[in-house]
């Protein structure tokens, strides 16, 4: 397997699919399949009590951020030969991840766009990378934060705007943007590390004459359709094969200017990583009119499905649909609900299910079973391969979808959702048939949206609405510890500096760091 030295030395070689040599975490998943899952096991279930605080780092030199207040981190920082890099919108670090002392500080001004978050860098050799709100796709030195160059991916003034971290793919660094204010279409591409230059773009919507044109009323429909491709992707190295999820349909809620299924919005797609041509794709929410983007994490994996080995994705989307298919063919293998799902009406021969018409937002309000903001949102899940369960911080309630634009071509926002009851609630989800194993009701109100991190020392990791960082048993969601740090902002993290494992959470404008104290590793 090839290692993050041999990756750094030579930068054409890839990341290694899954595991990324257990003592660091260089890309925005830790490893190309997503599953947010370490192989460490210096922190198990047997010494979980000894977990101490080793150091913190609180943001101290930026002040409230325009729109969203106090500075939240968002972002996994990247873990590579013991320096630590994070962001938040406009701002990068370099802090020792031995220590948390920071080393150096790159600030951006920015002339627009929303500042709602940042969640990381990619890397490549001795580069860094990462997407201002305003969207400049942006290169640093990784020794000292210092620019190397800019390049502009989307323009601000129409309601662009970018916070996803660059994933770095042999010799492409792969950008996507958001955005659905002003109905503008999306896409995704890939830039020369080298230089910043365009090597290829993929549009999130088809034109007229192109396949997928079929399911839009119209050219302008298509041209003006979103589909924004805001989160990270992952990638298989053997079959060459980005995976990414699309963002919802423009205009948001008011589908009916847009009949059709909305391709390639909303979707799960299977793209060359050298060509960015559409290999596959599947549609779990096909013509959107929720809101629910499907840019949730498409997770990798190998295993048995029925009997026989499978390369498999699974993905636990936005509209409460939780589905498993073949990542080399897209083939469906589960379509089921993780939450209420009386939005859709049954399931179509390619798997994908078909909405109901009479659950779409309406003047006097629609019910649905899904809450509004949907069934999970943009924090990773997590893949526990000794497990085989698949773990997702979801909400399970009621919502009430308006129409508030009813010209037969709105635009913009033509809706709302209304939040009715709503608890939040961490899943396992059994892969081979999309059925809770166990499930954790969390106390208090607020949104679960922490991200999850498990290890081979039988150990699941996330926050909780009350602002507490846990550990579970990952097969049986028992609580084994617990620390309060405010409500965890990012996906947990773990890497091994010095002989010792460490633990890494986002909470807030703090990074909080664990390690086993007292000199009780193995738990005796």
Same mark, same amino acid.
């Given at each position: 397997?090839?290692? &993050?030295?041999?990756?750094?030395?030579?930068?054409?070689?890839?990341?290694?699919?899954?595991?990324?040599?257990?003592?660091?975490?260089?890309?925005?998943?830790? #490893?190309?399949?997503? =599953?947010?899952?370490?192989?460490? %096991?210096?922190?198990?279930?047997?010494?979980?009590?000894?977990?101490?605080?080793?150091?913190?780092? +609180?943001?101290?030199?930026?002040?409230?951020?325009?729109?969203?207040?106090?500075?939240?981190?968002?972002?996994?920082?990247?873990?590579?030969?013991?320096?630590?890099?994070?962001?938040?919108?406009?701002?990068?670090?370099?802090?020792?991840?031995? %220590?948390?002392?920071?080393?150096?500080?790159?600030?951006?001004? #920015?002339?627009?766009?929303?500042?709602?978050?940042?969640?990381?860098?990619?890397?490549?050799g001795d580069w860094l990378y990462f997407m201002?709100?305003?969207?400049?796709?942006?290169?640093?030195? !990784?020794?000292?934060?210092?620019?190397?160059?800019?390049?502009?991916?989307?323009?601000?003034?129409?309601?662009?705007?970018?916070?996803?971290?660059?994933?770095?793919?042999?010799?492409?660094?792969?950008?996507?943007?958001?955005?659905?204010?002003?109905?503008?279409?999306?896409?995704?591409?890939?830039?020369?590390? $080298?230089?910043?230059?365009?090597?290829? +773009?993929?549009?999130?919507?088809?034109?007229?004459?192109?396949?997928?044109?079929?399911?839009?009323?119209?050219?302008?429909?298509? $041209?003006?359709?979103?589909?924004?491709?805001?989160?990270?992707?992952?990638?298989?190295?053997?079959?060459?094969?980005?995976?990414?999820?699309?963002?919802?349909?423009?205009?948001?809620?008011?589908?009916?200017? =847009?009949?059709?299924? @909305?391709?390639?919005?909303?979707?799960?797609?299977?793209?060359?990583?050298?060509?960015?041509?559409?290999?596959?794709?599947?549609?779990?929410?096909?013509? #959107?009119?929720?809101?629910?983007?499907?840019?949730?994490?498409?997770?990798?994996?190998?295993?048995?499905?029925?009997?026989?080995?499978?390369?498999?994705?699974?993905?636990?989307? =936005? @509209?409460?649909?939780?589905?498993?298919?073949?990542?080399?063919?897209?083939? !469906? &293998?589960?379509?089921?609900?993780?939450?209420?799902?009386?939005?859709?009406?049954?399931?179509?021969?390619?798997?994908?299910?078909?909405?109901?018409?009479?659950?779409?937002?309406?003047?006097?309000?629609?019910l649905i079973n899904t809450p509004a903001g949907g069934g999970t949102n943009w924090?990773?899940?997590?893949?526990?391969?000794?497990?085989? &369960?698949?773990?997702?911080?979801? =909400?399970?309630?009621?919502?009430?979808?308006?129409?508030?634009? *009813?010209?037969?071509?709105?635009?913009?926002?033509?809706?709302?959702?209304?939040?009715?009851?709503?608890?939040? *609630?961490?899943?396992?989800?059994?892969?081979?048939?999309?059925?809770?194993?166990? +499930?954790?009701?969390?106390?208090?109100?607020?949104?679960?949206?922490?991200?999850?991190?498990?290890?081979?020392?039988?150990?699941?990791?996330?926050?909780?609405?009350?602002?507490?960082?846990?550990?579970?048993?990952?097969?049986?969601?028992?609580? +084994?510890?617990?620390?309060?740090?405010?409500?965890?902002?990012?996906?947990?993290?773990?890497?091994?500096?010095?002989?010792?494992?460490? &633990?890494?959470?986002?909470?807030?404008?703090?990074?909080?760091?664990?390690?086993?104290?007292?000199?009780?590793?193995?738990?005796?």
């Amino acid at each position: 397997m090839k290692t &993050l030295l041999a990756f750094l030395i030579a930068p054409f070689m890839p990341i290694v699919l899954f595991g990324q040599g257990p003592a660091d975490w260089p890309t925005y998943n830790g #490893d190309y399949s997503g =599953r947010r899952f370490s192989s460490l %096991t210096e922190i198990n279930s047997a010494n979980i009590g000894n977990l101490s605080l080793a150091w913190f780092y +609180r943001i101290n030199n930026v002040g409230p951020q325009r729109g969203v207040g106090s500075p939240t981190i968002k972002s996994t920082p990247l873990m590579v030969h013991g320096v630590l890099y994070f962001t938040i919108p406009d701002h990068a670090w370099a802090i020792d991840a031995r %220590t948390g002392e920071e080393i150096w500080h790159y600030s951006w001004q #920015d002339t627009g766009g929303h500042l709602i978050g940042n969640r990381g860098l990619g890397m490549y050799g001795d580069w860094l990378y990462f997407m201002t709100p305003d969207c400049w796709f942006v290169s640093l030195h !990784s020794k000292d934060g210092k620019e190397r160059w800019r390049k502009k991916i989307a323009d601000e003034k129409m309601q662009y705007f970018c916070t996803g971290a660059p994933l770095v793919v042999k010799n492409h660094v792969i950008v996507g943007m958001g955005g659905d204010a002003m109905d503008v279409p999306g896409y995704l591409e890939s830039r020369d590390p $080298e230089t910043g230059e365009l090597q290829w +773009r993929w549009n999130t919507t088809p034109r007229k004459g192109e396949p997928g044109a079929e399911t839009w009323p119209n050219p302008s429909a298509m $041209e003006h359709g979103g589909g924004m491709p805001w989160l990270t992707g992952t990638y298989d190295p053997e079959l060459n094969l980005l995976y990414w999820g699309t963002g919802n349909p423009n205009p948001v809620y008011a589908g009916q200017g =847009r009949k059709g299924a @909305n391709l390639w919005t909303a979707s799960i797609v299977a793209l060359d990583a050298d060509t960015g041509k559409l290999v596959w794709y599947h549609q779990p929410s096909p013509h #959107d009119t929720h809101d629910w983007d499907n840019v949730e994490t498409p997770v990798l994996f190998d295993g048995l499905f029925n009997g026989k080995p499978r390369k498999m994705l699974a993905q636990a989307a =936005r @509209n409460g649909i939780f589905s498993v298919l073949d990542r080399a063919t897209g083939e !469906s &293998l589960v379509t089921t609900g993780y939450v209420g799902v009386n939005w859709k009406k049954g399931v179509d021969a390619k798997g994908q299910p078909i909405p109901d018409p009479v659950k779409e937002p309406r003047v006097d309000g629609s019910l649905i079973n899904t809450p509004a903001g949907g069934g999970t949102n943009w924090p990773p899940p997590s893949f526990n391969p000794e497990t085989g &369960l698949f773990y997702v911080n979801a =909400r399970e309630g009621y919502s009430i979808g308006y129409l508030t634009d *009813v010209d037969p071509q709105p635009q913009g926002y033509g809706g709302s959702g209304a939040s009715g009851f709503a608890e939040p *609630v961490l899943m396992a989800l059994d892969y081979k048939t999309g059925a809770v194993a166990w +499930r954790h009701k969390y106390q208090g109100a607020g949104n679960s949206f922490a991200g999850i991190l498990t290890t081979a020392g039988k150990l699941l990791f996330t926050g909780d609405p009350s602002g507490n960082v846990l550990a579970y048993d990952p097969a049986t969601g028992r609580i +084994r510890w617990s620390f309060r740090t405010g409500p965890v902002s990012n996906g947990p993290s773990t890497y091994l500096l010095n002989g010792s494992q460490y &633990l890494l959470v986002g909470a807030g404008d703090t990074l909080f760091a664990f390690r086993l104290v007292g000199g009780k590793k193995d738990g005796h």
